[in-house]
């Protein structure tokens, strides 16, 4: 037979443990080969929650939490404040693919010692949604919990129809025959079809203890099985049941089933030239499904408990002729092996359908309004090409920087573009593939000098140009950012400084004086680090911001101070005023400033602004500003000038070179330490055993104040600042960050760190805001270690045990699950991440695709216009040449079989 040739390996084998052997060797990698060519990330920001009507409670805190398809991959802060501002961003890689973005809204009230948690309401996106909206920027309602079916886990599974006698191991006479008599349809003489299936493993579960269930039947309307359950001659592979994963939350079955006996079709179309079976027909009424459910195993002997389910329709896509027509289309080869097409499939929660009225009339009830919640999400869903393919748009790149760059088809681009911050993004990281990422911003910066009239106006609107410095400077002047601003800022943040000099604001004259001495304290603090920086700032900075001078030197000769003021606006203005007014989007913190804080920083900024632009604009500002800002000027205008002629002194045409900035300070041994966080923390002894006198004793458990540097070669604690290390942690010595009852060492800010083949570290932050900082700064330093630990104990060991459970055990296994705020499957970028050339090269493209819609009612184009016409239609003929479903068949996205093949009904 014909069908026989096209069979798989896996249906070849002689046994079910070679069946299995051939599934396993397919692996992730196979899978993986489907998907290379396809790059999928998320980033969105948690910015803030409106309650509106809703009241809230006095003791109860919120928090969010964002879940792909089932799984949480993020979580924000808890806030106890009536509207509760985040703002917190993350960035994530989308391996495979996804169907929807749920962010939940949690509440947490205490009520003693006890800590109740409920969630209030969520907001949920598809993809689809994502796709259209995107970059989306909006306020979004919360909806009710009751009555919705959430995505509650995902099965991979790989299925096919064949004959039985393709089957080896599957004897057909053993079947009971009275079984297949129920089928008037099924000659039991012949060879009937089957549905031979691999199941492979799920993940985004939230339980352990899973198996699943499937079932065949006769459609998906009805839900009437072929084979009805609790007959006597029903056979055991009608409804098949897996073995129980108790393992972890990521279940691995691996696990070769048949089902027999689908009824005969009337019609069987055959490819003329091969015999294979190409497509089915079946009788009126029968569209068979596979209906998929996974359960988990009650605990202590309760009742088993459905997790998800979902349906899987049967259609021509699972011939075998067909399976191989898409692996040959996706490149994978012409071995239809079971296993090679494998494809996620959601489960939906379906319990209140099954629970019976009560439940549903609850979810009828009307909900109370939860207000709305401001998200913005940026989707990108990229199907890449081959490096040569995307030649004309380098070639369009270079020409811009090599020729005349105001006639180029870059500015054309720019022009139609209205998100120029990611234009200039994006071309940044495009240039620097071809490494003229220099190049490309002193050209757009200095084609903005020549075109700007006046130099009251330099620079002032968000053009090309000023996108583009501030890009390169959020990119390659980070650490230089850290090493002037983390000192007054972790002062600022672990201290909770709060200041107000405005009388208007109800603060006394006292305390406005005493306020206003301690804004010029830490002004000139930052100031004084700032100024004395300029010499260890990068070469390729300094390059752009001479050039920038001196085009601004020459548009305007009669101005003395050009040279000065056309770079004051973006080192001041653009660099470091806006990281100290927001740290925390340009890595300086973890988490947003609180409110009194946020204030203390806005006044910092606003007198590094004011003294940036020379004193200039000291009758623009609030007469309570007035006092301070002549006082700073008077004290630090002469360093700021010094400060900016030194930023851009550097020949623009000599060698570029990235020198690393003083965060990473050089240590003995000639290598580089890059500083993530420090700062003073109280440490518990670790109780470590000494030799006294030649006696093994065991160490004090006192608690001493020590420096804490967290760095990349690991967690150290010293006696002081710059002094030698006392001790030090490795990276992979961490396994896990939690908090400590404030009753185990008498402390409201205490935490503890989980370390590998030690007893934790005990340590006290010095406010709750530097404990929630080192607290996240370690988690994400520590979250893709190896062996992270899955439970810890929030109190401590003493001479009767462990305080929080009562344990006696030295090595008693933690009695509360570990926090996980973060998804293996999809991990956590950095937006100075760098990507790909093909990546970085599509996005751009794509930018060029929304140029040319533009164009399109154009009827003549100039030069550059054309220019930047062919390159974007070049690329997109590469595309077309080389076409493939940009959403992979049967993916997460489709869970309900995702097949373009329908079964035909007549």
Not at 38 to 58: G, I
Not at 167 to 174: E, H, S, T
Not at 392 to 405: I, R, W
Not at 574 to 601: E, S, W
Request: aromatic share 6%; net charge negative.
């Amino acid at each position: 037979m014909a069908d026989r040739k096209r069979m798989s390996s896996f249906g070849q084998a002689s046994s079910l443990e070679q069946m299995l052997a051939a599934a396993k060797s397919l692996g992730p990698s196979t899978r993986q080969s489907m998907a290379k060519q396809y790059y999928r990330s998320l980033e969105f920001a948690v910015v803030e929650w409106n309650p509106k009507s809703y009241a809230v409670p006095s003791n109860q805190s919120v928090s969010m939490t964002a879940r792909i398809d089932g799984e949480e991959v993020a979580r924000t802060r808890w806030l106890a404040e009536e509207r509760p501002f985040w703002n917190e961003t993350f960035l994530l890689k989308i391996p495979d693919d996804l169907e929807q973005v749920v962010f939940y809204l949690n509440s947490k009230q205490v009520t003693g010692t006890r800590n109740t948690i409920t969630c209030l309401g969520k907001v949920e996106l598809s993809k689809a949604e994502l796709l259209e909206r995107s970059p989306l920027d909006d306020w979004l309602p919360l909806q009710s919990l009751q009555g919705v079916d959430d995505v509650s886990g995902k099965i991979n599974l790989d299925l096919q129809i064949v004959r039985a006698s393709t089957l080896p191991d599957l004897n057909l006479l053993a079947y009971d025959r009275m079984t297949l008599m129920h089928h008037a349809e099924v000659d039991i003489d012949a060879d009937p079809l089957v549905v031979s299936l691999l199941l492979l493993g799920g993940a985004a579960f939230t339980t352990t203890g899973l198996y699943v269930v499937l079932t065949l039947e006769q459609n998906a309307i009805s839900g009437d099985p072929f084979h009805q359950p609790g007959m006597p001659e029903q056979h055991p592979d009608i409804i098949f049941k897996s073995r129980v994963f108790r393992r972890n939350c990521d279940p691995v079955w691996c696990e070769p089933i048949v089902m027999v006996a689908l009824p005969q079709p009337k019609v069987i179309e055959h490819d003329e030239s091969s015999g294979d079976m190409v497509s089915l027909t079946w009788r009126t009424g029968i569209a068979p499904v596979v209906k998929l459910s996974v359960w988990a195993t009650g605990s202590d002997g309760g009742k088993d408990r459905l997790v998800g389910k979902t349906l899987i329709p049967l259609s021509d896509d699972h011939l075998p002729n067909q399976r191989l027509q898409r692996l040959q289309a996706l490149e994978l080869g012409d071995s239809a092996e079971l296993g090679a097409l494998a494809e996620w499939y959601s489960l939906k929660d379906s319990e209140v359908e099954e629970d019976g009225d009560d439940d549903a009339e609850a979810a009828a009830a009307p909900a109370v309004p939860m207000g709305s919640l401001r998200l913005k999400a940026d989707f990108k869903e990229l199907r890449t090409l081959e490096e040569s393919a995307y030649v004309p748009l380098t070639e369009m790149l270079l020409s811009a920087v090599n020729d005349d760059f105001g006639q180029s088809a870059v500015v054309e681009l720019a022009e139609l573009t209205p998100d120029k911050e990611r234009l200039a993004r994006q071309l940044i990281q495009a240039y620097n593939t071809l490494d003229r990422d220099v190049n490309f911003v002193i050209a757009a910066a200095v084609q903005d000098v020549k075109q700007c009239p006046t130099s009251a106006t330099l620079f002032r609107g968000n053009t090309l140009a000023t996108k583009a410095v501030d890009q390169y400077l959020k990119i390659h002047g980070n650490a230089m950012l850290w090493y002037t601003l983390s000192p007054v800022l972790n002062e600022i943040l672990t201290k909770e400084v709060a200041l107000e000099i405005n009388p208007a604001m109800g603060v006394s004259v006292e305390e406005a004086a005493q306020h206003r001495e301690s804004l010029e304290y830490f002004v000139s603090k930052a100031l004084i680090d700032m100024v004395s920086s300029a010499s260890m700032a990068p070469d390729d900075i300094k390059a752009i911001f001479s050039a920038i001078a001196t085009a601004a030197e020459a548009q305007f000769p009669d101005e003395p101070n050009v040279r000065l003021t056309a770079v004051s606006g973006f080192v001041f203005l653009r660099f470091y005023a806006a990281a100290i007014l927001n740290p925390q989007l340009f890595g300086l913190c973890q988490l947003a400033p609180p409110k009194g804080v946020k204030r203390t920083l806005t006044l910092v900024s606003k007198a590094v602004q004011s003294l940036g632009n020379l004193g200039g604009d000291l009758q623009l500002k609030e007469e309570f500003m007035r006092e301070t800002l002549e006082k700073l000027q008077a004290t630090h205008g002469s360093r700021v000038q010094i400060f900016l002629r030194k930023m851009s002194s550097a020949p623009v045409d000599q060698a570029v070179n990235r020198r690393l900035s003083s965060a990473y300070r050089t240590q003995a041994s000639g290598q580089f330490l890059a500083v993530i966080k420090e700062g003073y923390l109280v440490k518990r002894g670790m109780g470590r055993k000494k030799s006294v006198m030649g006696m093994s004793m065991s160490g004090l458990k006192n608690l001493k104040k020590r420096f804490f540097v967290l760095s990349n070669e690991g967690l150290s604690y010293h006696k002081e600042k710059g002094e030698a290390p006392l001790g030090q942690f490795l990276p992979r010595d961490i396994v896990g960050v939690e908090r400590l009852d404030a009753a185990a060492l008498s402390a409201e800010h205490a935490f503890q760190v989980l370390l590998l083949d030690s007893p934790s570290l005990y340590l006290v932050a010095q406010s709750d805001i530097d404990c929630a900082e080192w607290m996240m700064a370690l988690r994400r330093y520590s979250e893709r270690n190896l062996g992270l630990a899955p439970s810890y104990h929030p109190g401590i060991q003493g001479s009767s045990g462990w305080s929080c459970c009562k344990q006696t055990k030295d090595d008693a296994a933690g009695c509360r699950p570990c926090t996980r705020d973060f998804s293996e499957r999809y991990p956590r970028m950095r937006a100075t991440d760098r990507q790909s050339p093909t990546v970085v090269l599509e996005d751009l493209h794509q930018f060029c695709l929304q140029a040319q819609k533009l164009l399109a009612c154009k009827e003549s184009h100039s030069v550059a216009q054309t220019s930047l016409l062919r390159a974007t239609a070049q690329v997109a003929a590469e595309h077309d040449a080389n076409k493939a479903p940009m959403v992979r068949q049967g993916s997460k996205f489709r869970p309900h079989s995702g097949f373009h093949g329908a079964a035909k009904l007549t």
